[in-house]
């Protein structure tokens, strides 16, 4: 029996696809990620109102090398670029956290900024670290309707993995404003 993500839905008729029979690349809170070809993924969304935000914001950052490229959508399955890699938390357990992947990791989060979202930051888990080091998000959440100015999700994930205080020291030495800002708001947001 079909559960309520794959049940009646228009794209099953549209491109011949059986999910029973495509790969399951992961399950989260907002829908299940099935390979569909070597190059391409659909997203099966549990609510449209996540679906349709989703979209939003993969159509807004195509033509970003940090985002998938978005091939279609409606309010129940996105279509998008199969982002192979590793995700960047399981990546720095295995190689440790180098002072290219911090820039690299610095970059995207200015790539927030430009792209216009009010919230700088994203999980390591939802970064992925490509075979070429170059690094994508897999799961744009909330960019342009929350409200978080640095990179706190982040910030306390690479506390968790034992790396923060290179990174910390990185952005000291090089991108001293960033280090201003980004300290002093996750300084204040910890516990005493």
Not at 1 to 20: A, F, I, Q, S, V
Not at 64 to 71: A, C, G, N, Q, V
């Amino acid at each position: 029996m079909k559960d309520k993500c794959t049940r009646n839905l228009e794209y099953e008729n549209n491109y011949g696809l059986n999910l029973n029979q495509c790969k399951l690349l992961g399950m989260g809170n907002h829908g299940k990620v099935y390979l569909i070809a070597s190059d391409r993924v659909i997203k099966v969304c549990k609510d449209s109102k996540s679906c349709i935000y989703e979209s939003f914001i993969l159509t807004r950052t195509n033509g970003s090398k940090y985002f998938p490229k978005i091939y279609d959508y409606d309010e129940h399955f996105i279509i998008r670029e199969y982002v192979d890699g590793e995700p960047l938390n399981s990546y720095i357990k295995k190689n440790g956290l180098n002072n290219d992947l911090i820039n690299k990791i610095i970059c995207l989060a200015e790539e927030f900024y430009s792209l216009g979202f009010t919230k700088i930051d994203i999980r390591c888990r939802d970064i992925m670290v490509r075979r070429d080091e170059s690094l994508m998000v897999i799961d744009p959440k909330g960019s342009y309707t929350r409200n978080v100015s640095y990179p706190r999700h982040l910030m306390k994930g690479l506390n968790k993995l034992g790396v923060l205080e290179d990174f910390i020291d990185f952005l000291k030495e090089h991108r001293f404003e960033l280090f201003k800002e980004w300290i002093q708001n996750f300084s204040s947001s910890q516990p005493d």
